[in-house]
């Protein structure tokens, strides 16, 4: 199957400054997508999910848009601090009906500079 | 509420050894899935069960059997353990495979085998 993929394997950023992790899809008939945090030893944790029909969505201090024409995805963090340095998953739903799953990509590393 | 339960979180195996890792949610989730992570890599599906009484295979089932016990127990088998199955497991769960919610992870377990 089509799969998720992430154009930056590492980001370094200083405290205080925004970041932004960037994601690839590939499957166009995905319709729901997720951004995931995982810390070193723990499972992943949701962050914000977006919708096929919007463009932006806004949690605290995070923003995730969607680019449906380039199948794009990103993650907007604003004032990064160190408690964000973490990997980060975007992942897609998608499969058949009734039988749909999420999938992932490989993951950015957001490294948050002190 | 203790969410996605795993076990064991570490294991050790012999090649050729079988062992079924345990997962149990108390969420009343439909959904459950089976995740490998290894070093660097993101997650990828191994099985997944859309509702009590179905499974499905995902991107990587090559090895693994699964059970989809009750609604609340879903547990990953490896029959012949090879050191390729050598990664850190993930079970999930969603409220179900057709609503667009989050997946919610246990903590993982560590298998190694030599």
């Known amino acids: 199957g089509e799969s998720v993929g992430l154009h930056l394997p590492t980001l370094s950023v200083q405290e205080g400054d925004n970041s932004i992790i960037n994601c690839a899809y590939s499957?166009?008939?995905?319709?729901?997508f997720i951004w995931y945090k995982q810390e070193s030893g723990k499972g992943p944790q949701f962050i914000i999910d977006?919708?096929?029909?919007?463009d932006k969505r806004q949690g605290q201090r995070v923003t995730v848009l969607l680019n449906k024409t380039v199948k794009h995805l990103s993650l907007q963090i604003a004032a990064t601090q160190p408690g964000d340095s973490a990997v980060y998953f975007c992942?897609?739903?998608?499969?058949?009906?009734?039988?749909?799953?999420?999938?992932f990509g490989s993951g950015t590393r957001l490294q948050v500079q002190p | 509420n203790a969410g996605v339960t795993q076990t064991p979180k570490f294991q050790v195996l012999k090649t050729g050894q079988s062992m079924t890792l345990q997962c149990a949610q108390d969420?009343?989730?439909?959904?459950m899935y089976w995740y490998r992570q290894d070093p660097g890599m993101g997650l990828r599906l191994i099985y997944y069960?859309?509702?009590?009484?179905?499974?499905d295979k995902g991107e990587v089932p090559n090895g693994y059997n699964v059970s989809r016990l009750n609604k609340r127990e879903f547990s990953l088998r490896l029959e012949s353990a090879a050191p390729s199955q050598t990664s850190v497991y993930f079970c999930?769960?969603?409220?179900?495979?057709?609503?667009?919610?989050?997946?919610?992870f246990g903590q993982g377990t560590r298998l190694t085998v030599v």
């Open positions: 969420m009343n989730h439909n959904s």
């Open positions: 499957n166009s008939a995905s319709d729901y």
């Open positions: 977006i919708r096929s029909n919007m």
């Open positions: 992942a897609e739903n998608w499969g058949s009906t009734g039988r749909r799953a999420l999938t």
């Open positions: 069960s859309a509702s009590e009484g179905t499974t």
């Open positions: 999930a769960s969603r409220v179900s495979q057709g609503a667009d919610t989050e997946a919610f």
